[in-house]
């Protein structure tokens, strides 16, 4: 069975950082693309980062550009989510979600992180 | 980035009655290989999202067959032929032809 497992999330302030985490088992880690997608509070989904599987490659919404980046451990079957420069609009439960053929198919149920002084 | 835009945002519709939402690309989503990614996720206050179509038109494992998805190039649409109330959430669209993948602003289904 595949599950993804977000962690990492937390209050921190304006300007601060945060590294989310997210632990995968059930299938074999590096043969996918992985995502991290985020949802503000009420609002929709917006696609934060994604990374190839072999980490060659990396592609990120211009909203995040220059502050996140995302990486992987194959080893560890582990992909993460380094945030600098937090901003108070960066608030939302950030989901990981593994890639299948240029689609989503499994989403772990995410983890909150609140910007805020 | 590609802009995927729904319509209607606001989907108010009778149980048993059919439901339609339709979805638009900023560019065309037929990848180099021929195929369209082009996925729709429902989701349900308070839960992840879950797939219900990829690749333009393939229904997912244990998806009912009251839904459907359709369409080419840059318009899309998904069909619900006869609503249930467990259809009730948000649904939408993404994009996975071009990187990073995008998604649409997202259509409320209510039961009127």
């Known amino acids: 069975e595949v599950q993804v497992v977000e962690s990492g999330g937390g209050v921190v302030q304006p300007g601060g950082s945060l590294r989310l985490s997210c632990a995968t088992s059930?299938?074999?880690?590096?043969?996918?693309?992985m995502h991290w997608v985020r949802q503000a509070p009420g609002k929709g989904l917006e696609g934060v980062a994604l990374?190839?599987?072999?980490?060659?490659?990396?592609a990120y919404a211009d909203s995040v550009k220059g502050r996140f980046t995302i990486s992987r451990d194959n080893s560890r079957n582990s992909l993460y989510l380094q945030m600098n420069s937090l901003r108070t609009e960066d608030s939302a439960l950030y989901y990981c979600?593994?890639?299948?053929?240029?689609?989503?198919?499994?989403w772990g149920q995410g983890t909150r992180v609140t910007v805020s002084s | 980035d590609v802009v995927m835009t729904q319509s209607p945002l606001s989907l108010p519709v009778t149980l048993g009655q059919p439901a339609s939402i339709s979805c638009r690309s900023s560019?065309?989503?037929?990848?180099?290989?021929?195929?369209?990614?082009l996925s729709w996720f429902h989701q349900r206050p308070g839960q992840s999202p879950r797939r219900l179509i990829y690749?333009?038109?393939n229904r997912d494992s244990g998806v009912p067959d009251r839904f459907s998805g359709s369409g080419s190039g840059t318009d899309f649409t998904l069909k619900i032929s006869s609503v249930e109330a467990e259809d009730v959430g948000v649904y939408y669209c993404?994009?996975?032809?071009?990187?990073?993948?995008?998604f649409g602003q997202g259509t409320k289904l209510e039961i009127k």
């Open positions: 979600a593994k890639d299948k053929i240029g689609s989503i198919d499994y």
């Open positions: 059930g299938f074999t880690f590096s043969d996918y693309n």
């Open positions: 990374i190839s599987r072999d980490d060659s490659g990396a």
């Open positions: 560019q065309s989503l037929v990848y180099s290989d021929g195929n369209t990614y």
């Open positions: 690749k333009l038109s």
């Open positions: 993404m994009q996975g032809s071009h990187w990073p993948y995008t």
